[in-house]
């Protein structure tokens, strides 16, 4: 399977609100409500912040909502903030019966 | 809170195998939940290897597929990623990680770094 479709970078100013999106195809992104989103800082290990196109583990803040249309995935980020600069990343089940799961390439938000 | 570890070695030759476990804490592998192996390149990108279930139940990337094992030993709760004939390409940060699909991938490790030496 292909790798999703992310744009290589983002950017906004504290306060700002900025999306993210994640394009696949029909038979990943957009045959299925699995969608999960992954913030990584450098040198940690990635953190779930949102499951099934739209939910939040405990302990993320509302700050970070998940959507979907057709095809594309999106994480939108509300009221930038400093410590929300990091690499993105999306993944989505890619059926056919197979626990098969494909990552986006990374989107990295600068937060200016 | 549930806490994962990698553990294996650092270095490995290039056409051998590496071998690397996932030791997991405060938390019975046997209760449920999928348990994972996703890898990642410097600089690159996130790759998912394969995943195990409790009960041996086992998914494979289909790119990886021909040269991956992953089994489970619920006596020591852990669970294990051997990758045979291994090349540069394979050179990554290896994380275990527990969850799948659907809820996604919710605890990780601190992740591994393996370099394959000719």
New interface residues.
């Given amino acids: 399977?292909s790798?999703l479709t992310q744009p290589r970078s983002v950017s906004g100013s504290p306060g700002q609100s900025v999306t993210i999106s994640c394009t696949g195809t029909s038979s990943d992104v957009g045959g299925y409500n699995?969608v999960?989103w992954?913030q990584q800082h450098p040198g940690k290990?990635?953190?779930?912040m949102?499951?099934?196109v739209s939910k939040r583990?405990s302990g993320v803040p509302d700050r970070f909502s998940g959507s979907k249309s057709g095809n594309t995935a999106s994480l939108t980020i509300s009221g930038l903030q400093a410590e929300d600069e990091a690499d993105y990343?999306c993944?989505?089940?890619v059926g056919s019966d197979?626990?098969?799961?494909?990552?986006?390439?990374?989107t990295k938000l600068t937060v200016l | 809170q549930v806490q994962l570890q990698e553990s294996g070695p650092g270095l490995v030759k290039s056409s051998e195998t590496l071998s690397l476990t996932c030791a997991v804490s405060d938390y019975s592998i046997s209760s449920d939940y999928?348990w994972g192996w996703i890898r990642q390149p410097p600089g690159?990108?996130?790759?998912?290897i394969g995943?195990i279930y409790h009960s041996g139940s086992t998914?494979y990337?289909?790119s990886l597929k021909s040269r991956v094992t992953i089994s489970v030993d619920t006596s020591k709760n852990q669970f294990s990623l051997k990758l045979s004939s291994v090349t540069a390409a394979d050179r990554s940060v290896y994380?275990c990680a527990r969850?799948?699909?659907?809820?996604?991938?919710?605890s990780?490790?601190?992740?591994t770094l393996v370099t394959v030496s000719s």
Avoid: H
Wanted: charged share 10%; with cysteine.
């Fill in positions: 399977q790798a699995y999960s992954y290990a990635p953190k779930l949102t499951y099934e583990p990343y993944c989505s089940y197979t626990f098969a799961v494909v990552f986006g390439g990374g | 999928y690159k990108g996130l790759e998912w995943s998914y990337n289909p994380y969850g799948g699909y659907r809820y996604g991938f919710d990780w490790g601190q992740g």
